[in-house]
């Protein structure tokens, strides 16, 4: 049995039977006005942090939302996007979709503004996705490709880059971690089902995304997420996994690389009102400006001593330049 066998076959299980403490979100459950989520897509949430920032969800986006789970955070989409077909949802596990069904007609019933054909169902594969290319305005995978391996990752970020319109947005939420898993760990087909061994540090899991062609690349949050410990897992070290949540906007590639936002900062503290450094970047005094790593490298290589640059706080939520 492949790990892709494994994987199916666990959330087909998940889907008969909600399991609470498949996968440990870090994000309290979004409250909004005339949102109400059922008890049981709570139940079902099998994700690893969240993909919905109110930000990315203007003026009626397309979205496309992969490995739908209870259907949680389709319905928080839908509130945002409440037309017939709005949001696209795709599993390739036929038990996930009818038990995300049915979560939708309790969720019609305790929410007056929500129909289930906002939400356009399909059975499909994340390596072959059934929607057409330049069509989604945001796509998003919650704990879904950690689970790839090298190639099928790719394909699977490949596939996301096609069916996004230009300037479109990918955002995800998935495990990483900076430590080298021993083999024993990265073949353990039900381990990388459960979102644990799949888990690969944060600069690998930003280089698959620019390989493919995004140009930007937002790191808007990490948290701790789990811990593999020796005993308990086939590993003789303590392992500390991680959740990041990333946007992958669908940006031209800039001649210069593309621009990665870990949330690194730039004051100019010096005699004048501001800093203009000529190439698009002008820093008020003792104003914070979020820059991306690449400008912040260059700021620094300026070798001046009234700009400081703060570290990665591995936060972005916007502003800033490039």
Not at 153 to 158: N, P, S
Not at 211 to 232: H, M, N, Q, S
């Amino acid at each position: 049995m492949s790990y892709l066998e494994a994987t199916n076959n666990l959330y087909k299980q998940a889907a008969l039977t909600p399991d609470v403490g498949l996968c440990c979100t870090t994000n309290p459950i979004w409250e909004l006005p005339g949102l109400k989520i059922p008890k049981i897509m709570q139940e079902m949430n099998y994700g690893c942090g969240s993909t919905v920032h109110a930000r990315d969800l203007s003026n009626n986006p397309k979205m496309l939302y992969v490995g739908v789970g209870g259907g949680m955070e389709l319905l928080q989409f839908s509130y945002f996007n409440r037309q017939k077909g709005g949001v696209v949802g795709i599993d390739v596990v036929d038990e996930m979709l009818e038990a995300s069904r049915k979560n939708f007609k309790i969720a019609e019933e305790e929410n007056d503004w929500f129909k289930s054909d906002f939400v356009d169902l399909k059975k499909g594969d994340a390596l072959n996705l059934p929607v057409a290319d330049n069509t989604i305005d945001v796509a998003a995978q919650n704990c879904l490709f950690n689970i790839f391996k090298v190639e099928d990752l790719k394909r699977a970020i490949e596939e996301m880059y096609r069916v996004l319109k230009p300037h479109g947005k990918l955002v995800m939420s998935d495990p990483t971690c900076e430590q080298q898993m021993n083999e024993a760990l990265r073949s353990d087909d039900r381990l990388r089902a459960l979102c644990l061994s799949g888990s690969i540090p944060i600069k690998e899991y930003v280089k698959a995304l620019t390989d493919v062609g995004f140009g930007t690349i937002e790191i808007r949050a990490r948290k701790p997420y789990r811990i593999l410990a020796p005993g308990a897992y086939p590993t003789k070290e303590l392992i500390y996994i991680e959740s990041i949540e990333v946007a992958a906007i669908k940006d031209p590639m800039p001649a210069d690389g593309p621009c990665v936002f870990t949330g690194k900062a730039a004051i100019y503290y010096g005699n004048e009102d501001y800093f203009d450094d000529k190439k698009g970047h002008i820093l008020l005094k003792n104003q914070p400006l979020a820059v991306c790593d690449k400008t912040a490298g260059a700021l620094a290589a300026l070798g001046r001593e009234d700009i400081f640059i703060s570290k990665s706080t591995f936060h972005y939520d916007g502003g800033g330049c490039c």
